[in-house]
Nanobody
Framework: QVQLVESGGGSVQAGGSLRLSCVAS????????MGWFRQAPGKEREGVAA????????????HYADSVKGRFTISHDNAKNTVHLQMNSLKPEDAAMYYC????????????????????WGQGTQVTVSS
C-alpha cells in the first residue's frame, strides 16, 4: 500500500513557476510508474507527466502531455521517495487541481496518461494561474 501526499501548489501570475512535490510512504516507489494528473472545473482529468522509476533501459524514462512539453519537468528524489513536477512559464490554462498517482508496473508505456491504470492517488494540490 502506497500513500501519496502532494504539496507545492499555490497562486502565481502567468509566466511564473511552481514546483509540486509528491511524497510517497508505506512502500518504495521503485519499479513504479509515477504520474501527475490535473483536473480543472468542468473538464476531464488529464495526464500531465509521468516517469518510470526503476532499473533497466526504461528507468528514468519520462512522458509529457503535448500541452506542457518544454515547460514542465518531472523528476525523482530516490532518497526522499519523492517525485517533483517543476512547472515553468505557467499559463492560465494550467490552473487545476494537480494529483500524484502511482502504478506498480515494469514500465509506464503508452498508457501513462490513462488515470484508470493507476492504483494509488494523492489528495491533490491546487494550482491557480492569473493572467
Amino acid at each position: 500500500q502506497v500513500q501519496l501526499v502532494e504539496s507545492g501548489g499555490g497562486s502565481v501570475q502567468a509566466g511564473g513557476s511552481l514546483r509540486l512535490s509528491c511524497v510517497a510512504s508505506g512502500s518504495t516507489i521503485f519499479s513504479t510508474c509515477m504520474g501527475w494528473f490535473r483536473q480543472a472545473p468542468g473538464k476531464e482529468r488529464e495526464g500531465v507527466a509521468a516517469m518510470y522509476i526503476g532499473a533497466g533501459a526504461d528507468g528514468g524514462s519520462t512522458h509529457y502531455a503535448d500541452s506542457v512539453k518544454g515547460r514542465f519537468t518531472i523528476s525523482h528524489d530516490n532518497a526522499k521517495n519523492t517525485v517533483h513536477l517543476q512547472m515553468n512559464s505557467l499559463k492560465p490554462e494550467d490552473a487545476a487541481m494537480y494529483y500524484c498517482a502511482a502504478r506498480p508496473v515494469s514500465v509506464c508505456g503508452y498508457s501513462w496518461s490513462f488515470g484508470y491504470n493507476y492504483n494509488y492517488w494523492g489528495q491533490g494540490t491546487q494550482v491557480t494561474v492569473s493572467s
